[in-house]
């Protein structure tokens, strides 16, 4: 019941002297040049011309900001505005569902020892195979070209992750404290409500923008369901390989609208991120 | 306050039958412990009555009202669980609060009678804190708060002190009965220890294997046990129990040791002598005992007796033992007006009068 001390979690036991460090730094370096170059070429490439950009002996350059007026002029904004509708109702949902779904199986074992994995079986297919039913069902529906129609195929990947993702932090709430909340007063649901969702809520937190980062940067599902006036932010980044060549001008400027909003949240979520994916191990 | 009344009640997990038949009434206001081993049922029927585990069969009635297929929530009862269950996301306050929110109380009514609570329980100086903050009796007291505030027909308790150290747990249990007499709540105790039983119980009720074994006054289960099992398990240190024979009114142990039994019926039987009634250094008797291991409680002592015919248990005062050492060799007899017969086949008490 005691809270978890911060000072030993991130461990000063994990301070060490010696050649092993060094190495262990240098690794860190090398891990952080991989995925940092990219990103920071990506950031260059963004003011840079075409020319500058096909050339790879340029050190030095003016920055211009050209590549930024035609990402915006293409209605990129518009783009990630719809990638924010979809996302947010897409984790609006799974959280509703998925916290529920996780619920149940944490703690009347639905569905057996199986279901605690197979939730996660879709994510086995490749999601060519669903895309297809996927596609017959939207224009069945005349949802084709909607963002209706990418929800629905998101909601596919996204629930069962959401659901997944709880089952740890419901296994980690003390069954006595909904039954306590029962004995003073409330019915199950309510019990369910008030007090054990105040409990996973870290979880729910982290879960629901590890679902909306899935979401956002799902080109797939949403290039084949909506690939016209409904396109989302990845379909409209694609969209700068043109029938001319790839702009790569534009698409640095764009792929940054698409990374930056995902790597800051992430940053603000890491610990429980890594804590859900862990298995829930919550202290009280 | 209400009396609670269960009748013919049994709980079945798939095939094995938890509780068989009970039939346990909780007289109005007063504390009723349920004592046994783990695993006895003892926590079950608590929840049975709490509404947390459906019954299979049989009535529990609280006061004049059926409540047998109720909600936890509509059956009017408090409950302190073992490891608290405090809302860790709640203040104190909000925590004692609770129950009369939950039951749409208004809020500034439930505040004032939760700071009542907590001046009652010397804990006003915590209102703020979360449960996370505070020591193991705290937070006992903050759950024994939250169970009162509300004045509930019932007070249910589950092992309340287990979590807690030696020293505080005596500490709690005087203040659980304070409280339970101040109030006249009727209350239900369960407790695996038979020392807290002991001290709380109006009314004492031994359970095994789903059964009642015995229920009474405490001080009825501690003189007159019904079988080998209550006298065992209830007493510390354990009732000595020796089997053998009775031969013209004298009984011999298995081992040897020799008594003379008035009233005793000749054949096999268990003899059970409470360690206080064995009496060291008693002149004229003839069974010689070496002090093994010598227990200072204070104001008395546990000796640990090695007799030819194997070993025994015995408490004496601390004045007595003035010039006994371990390693002494004494002479030993009992007090005849205490001893226990038992049944050496079914283990039930033999009735000397």
Redesign the interface.
């Known amino acids: 019941?005691?809270?978890p001390t911060r000072g030993d979690a991130d461990g000063s036991g994990l301070v060490s002297h010696g050649p092993w460090a060094i190495l262990g730094k240098l690794l860190i370096a090398a891990g952080f040049v991989v995925v940092a170059m990219p990103l920071l070429w990506v950031l260059l490439g963004s003011f840079k011309t075409g020319a500058q950009l096909n050339d790879p002996t340029v050190l030095t350059f003016t920055p211009t900001l050209e590549n930024w007026n035609t990402v915006v002029s293409s209605g990129i904004l518009t783009a990630a505005g719809r990638s924010v509708i979809v996302g947010v109702i897409t984790v609006t949902l799974s959280v509703l569902v998925g916290s529920m779904g996780a619920y149940s199986i944490s703690r009347y074992k639905t569905g057996g020892s199986a279901t605690r994995f197979g939730i996660l079986a879709a994510q086995v297919l490749p999601p060519a195979v669903l895309v297809f039913p996927f596609l017959a069902l939207a224009y069945d529906f005349q949802l084709n070209d909607t963002l209706a129609a990418v929800i629905a195929a998101h909601l596919s990947f996204v629930l069962p992750v959401v659901c997944w993702f709880l089952i740890g932090f419901f296994d980690a709430v003390?069954i006595?404290?909904e039954?306590?909340?029962?004995?003073?007063?409330?019915?199950r649901f309510?019990a369910f409500r008030?007090?054990v969702i105040?409990?996973v809520?870290p979880g729910v937190g982290a879960a629901a923008i590890f679902g909306f980062v899935l979401s956002w940067n799902d080109l797939f599902y949403a290039l084949i369901l909506a690939p016209g006036n409904s396109a989302t932010l990845p379909v409209r980044i694609a969209g700068f390989n043109t029938f001319r060549g790839v702009e790569l001008g534009a698409m640095c400027a764009a792929i940054l609208v698409s990374v930056v909003p995902v790597l800051t949240a992430t940053f603000f979520v890491q610990r429980r991120l890594v804590r859900g994916i862990s298995g829930g191990a919550v202290k009280? | 306050m209400a009396s609670v009344a269960l009748r013919n009640v049994v709980k079945r997990f798939g095939k094995t039958e938890v509780v068989q038949n009970l039939d346990l009434n909780l007289n109005d206001g007063e504390i009723t412990v349920l004592v046994g081993p783990s695993g006895c049922g003892k926590t079950t029927t608590l929840r049975m009555i709490?509404?947390?585990e459906a019954v299979t069969d049989g009535t529990i009635t609280i006061g004049d009202i059926d409540v047998t297929t109720r909600?936890?929530?509509d059956?009017d009862?408090?409950?302190v669980?073992?490891?608290?269950?405090?809302?860790?996301?709640l203040s104190v306050l909000e925590n004692i609060t609770?129950?009369l929110l939950?039951?749409g109380g208004q809020k500034p009514q439930a505040q004032r009678q939760a700071k009542e609570v907590a001046e009652i329980l010397g804990i006003t100086g915590l209102l703020g804190r979360k449960?996370?903050?505070l020591s193991g009796g705290q937070?006992q007291r903050v759950a024994i708060g939250?169970a009162i505030v509300r004045n509930p027909r019932v007070f249910l308790f589950d092992e309340p002190l287990s979590n807690l150290d030696a020293k505080l747990r005596v500490d709690m249990r005087t203040e659980i009965l304070r409280l339970q007499r101040q109030f006249g709540t009727t209350a239900l105790y369960v407790t695996h220890d038979q020392e807290e039983a002991m001290t709380l119980s109006d009314t004492m009720v031994v359970m095994r294997e789903g059964k009642i074994v015995q229920q009474g006054k405490p001080s009825e289960l501690y003189s007159r046990p019904v079988d080998t099992f209550v006298a065992g398990f209830i007493g510390s240190p354990q009732m000595n129990l020796l089997h053998g024979t009775v031969v013209d009114g004298l009984f011999t142990s298995e081992a040897g040791f020799t008594t003379p039994l008035k009233n005793a019926p000749t054949g096999s039987l268990t003899l059970g002598i409470r360690p206080e009634d064995v009496v060291v250094g008693a002149e004229g008797s003839h069974q010689q005992a070496k002090i093994e291991i010598v227990e200072l409680l204070g104001p008395r002592a546990i000796l640990s007796l090695e007799l030819p015919s194997g070993r025994m248990t015995a408490v004496v005062d601390a004045v007595d033992m003035l010039g006994l050492t371990e390693g002494q060799v004494v002479p030993v007899s009992v007090r005849k007006e205490n001893l226990h017969l038992f049944s050496a086949e079914s283990g039930q008490r033999i009735p000397t009068e």
């Open positions: 019941m005691k809270a003390p006595a404290l039954e306590q909340a029962m004995i003073d007063g409330l019915g309510a008030k007090v105040p409990q809520a009280f | 709490a509404g947390l909600e936890p929530k059956r009862v408090a409950m669980f073992q490891n608290y269950a405090l809302y860790p996301h609770f129950p939950a039951r449960p996370g903050a937070q939250r």
